[in-house]
């Protein structure tokens, strides 16, 4: 609590702690969702198996539009991408040296939960497990890091997404939410394939806004600061994100029409969660239903911020916020492992229910079964979270120039990492993998991951 405190107290007036709060509240969201949706039952060998309850509970596809809270995530990372940016370039840096501390707090965790993996399906293997059954084991495990690949794919086209939104504003989002619509059309036409550049410019278009709320933050800033260049200031106001009333409830009533038109006789699924047998995925890629429901989502945000923010300067509040926030990634990667350690104990001593989907018992099991991992959750987190929060703590140095060298060995590195998320995402859960992960792709990850690790070690020579 002393440490927290410390935090708490250093935090410094300018910075949007409800901004904190939402990515906090975001992982929350998903964690909780992943765990009520989960039927557990036994597949023909009478191994353990489960699956998502929405393909039998089409009831619950509006409460999706609450559950899917991915873009919240890419709305903060732009706001926090922004902040560390400019931060970072105003104490010598540039965007290779960026890249390089941004990495940090997110490959380290990451690194953590795949050789626990490696090594627990290669003992597994060992004793003579089956290898299809140890991959679909990690396949579960890892279904986190296709998301967490998606949001590392994003956060190195930081600084030129963020030079054109200094010159264009909000026409870029705007571009890039015209590019997922056309996409589309591709994909209800048939040609799927036209449409995967929707991962790209769906989360680029939620990330941009992230920008012009940080542009918003600092006319905001601007504003009280007597005697500020005015020349910049209006700079500002064409790039900001409208953060008043009258911009808030536009988009929270124009979002929810948009939306209900859309999924309603418009083509698009009402669950905002992917239900096997849909014409098409809403979240992978982004559809423009899920744009739309996001600019609700954002609507209603805006709405509450002023009094949240105010909520948030009182030290007990800002003090959870921070605790959840040093170990959120943490919490995110392990908590489907925690599921497979609930069920496999249970199963173990003959206590594993598997009551149907949408029965009274499925209903009544909800409960222990929520508050069962949580517990092995925080497990978990104190064993693994501290590398994570080691990271959040971490004192900012001054930053210098990359050399041309240097920076390319730090996109190779970081590069490697992503690849190989996506290559393990995209590879069958019932592959024969004794090791869980492809090991063409363990391997990548951890050659990459090395080298980032490296190059934090090795400061550049001053110039």
């Known amino acids: 609590m002393g440490r927290l405190r410390q935090l708490a107290d250093r935090t410094p007036p300018e910075r949007e702690r409800y901004l904190d709060l939402l990515r906090a509240l975001a992982i929350v969201m998903v964690v909780l969702g992943h765990w009520t949706v989960t039927v557990i039952g036994y597949d023909a060998t009478g191994a353990p198996d489960g699956h ?105 086209l930081t600084p030129p997404m963020y ?36 991962y790209a410019f769906g989360w680029l278009a939620v990330h941009q806004l992230g920008f012009a709320w940080y542009d918003a933050r600092q006319r905001a800033d601007a504003a009280r600061r007597p005697g500020e260049d005015r020349a910049g200031d209006a700079g500002l106001r064409r790039r900001r994100l409208p953060t008043g009333r009258p911009a808030a409830l536009a988009l929270l009533a124009g979002g929810l029409a948009a939306t209900i038109g859309l999924t309603g006789p418009g083509p698009y699924p009402v669950s905002m969660l992917n239900v096997p047998g849909q014409r098409l995925d809403n979240a992978s890629p982004p559809s423009l239903a899920l744009l739309t429901l996001f600019a609700a989502q954002l609507g209603l945000i805006l709405l509450l911020r002023d009094p949240v923010e105010r909520w948030l300067h009182r030290r007990r509040p800002w003090q959870a916020v921070i605790a959840v926030n040093s170990v959120v990634l943490t919490v995110f990667l392990w908590h489907l492992t925690a599921v497979l350690l609930l069920v496999g104990a249970l199963d173990a001593v003959g206590l594993l229910p598997t009551p149907q989907a949408g029965s009274a018992a499925w209903y009544a099991w909800r409960v222990p ?37 240097r920076g390319v060995l730090i996109v190779a590195g970081y590069a490697a990492v992503v690849a190989a998320l996506v290559v393990n995402s995209q590879t069958p859960k019932a592959a024969p993998e004794p090791l869980g992960l492809p090991v063409a792709a363990l391997v990548t990850y951890l050659a990459g991951a090395g080298l980032l690790r490296l190059l934090t070690w090795i400061r550049p020579s001053p110039r």
């Open 52 to 156: 998502s309850a929405l393909a039998e509970l089409p009831w619950a596809y509006p409460l999706t539009w609450l559950a899917q809270v991915m873009p919240v995530f890419f709305l903060v990372g732009g706001y926090a991408n922004a902040a560390s940016l400019h931060s970072f370039r105003d104490r010598g840096g540039d965007g290779a040296g960026w890249l390089l501390d941004r990495s940090v707090r997110l490959v380290r965790p990451t690194t953590v939960l795949l050789v626990v993996l490696a090594v627990g399906a290669a003992g597994s293997s060992l004793v003579g497990a089956e290898a299809t059954r140890v991959r679909t084991v990690v396949w579960f495990a890892t279904i986190p890091l296709w998301f967490l690949a998606a949001y590392l794919a994003v956060v190195p």
């Open 163 to 198: 030079a054109l939104h200094r010159r264009l504003g909000l026409a870029v989002p705007l571009v890039l939410v015209l590019l997922v619509a056309a996409g589309d059309l591709a994909r209800l036409a048939g040609h799927e394939r036209l449409g995967l550049g929707g």
């Open 369 to 405: 079964w929520l508050l069962m991992l949580a517990a092995v959750l925080a497990v978990l987190v104190a064993a693994f979270g501290r590398v994570e929060a080691r990271t959040v703590r971490r004192d900012r140095t001054t930053a210098e120039p990359t050399s041309p060298v």
